[in-house]
């Protein structure tokens, strides 16, 4: 038992090197849209029961919880709940968030870093974050208070962002 396991780890680490990390979560069920940039494993045992839209980013440490166990303990005859978790399109994921099972996020919704999302979001465009998570913001004050220090580094190499971001103002102080 314990030797496949250790097989099958080997097999998963080896797939997400060679297919990339997208392919890897897809064929472990992942329903994942276009244009994805995801830096967690976010696969579960019920991997199916995950929908990412396009545009979605997904940075490092978050996890999604598709079932809870807990409910053994005080309900009789039962093991557990089960919950789908729905991300829309063009959604952020902060480093370090939760997602619990049953939480739909609609599209253009920003999560904070470090927040816990316990229940779904009804309205697009909104910023939520803390533990539990709550509507701290919409995206459309926030575009108006970053745009003067955003910047486009896509093509740049270390060196060239570095140099940029160093030599301009458009580090948030």
């Known amino acids: 038992m314990i030797i496949i396991r250790f097989i099958k780890k080997i097999y998963w680490f080896f797939y997400k090197k060679l297919h990339g990390f997208e392919n890897y979560l897809r064929k472990k069920g992942v329903k994942i849209g276009d244009n994805p940039h995801i830096y967690s494993d976010i696969s579960t ?12 980013t997904i940075s490092n440490g978050v996890q999604l919880v598709t079932h809870d166990n807990s409910v053994c303990k005080i309900i009789e005859n039962v093991t557990d709940v089960f919950g789908k978790i729905t991300i829309g399109d063009n959604c952020f994921i ?4 939760t997602i619990l099972y049953g939480v739909t996020l609609p599209k253009n919704t920003i999560v904070a870093a470090g927040s816990v999302v316990t229940r779904s ?15 701290i ?37």
């Open 45 to 56: 045992t019920e991997s199916y029961l995950i929908t990412i839209g396009n545009n979605v």
């Open 94 to 97: 902060g480093a370090k968030t």
């Open 121 to 135: 979001v009804g309205e697009e465009g909104k910023i939520i974050g803390g533990n539990p998570a709550r509507i």
């Open 137 to 173: 913001g919409d995206t459309n004050n926030f575009a108006d208070k970053m745009k003067n220090y955003a910047i486009n580094i896509n093509g740049l190499s270390k060196k060239e962002k570095r140099k940029l971001i160093e030599s301009s103002n458009f580090v948030v102080r």
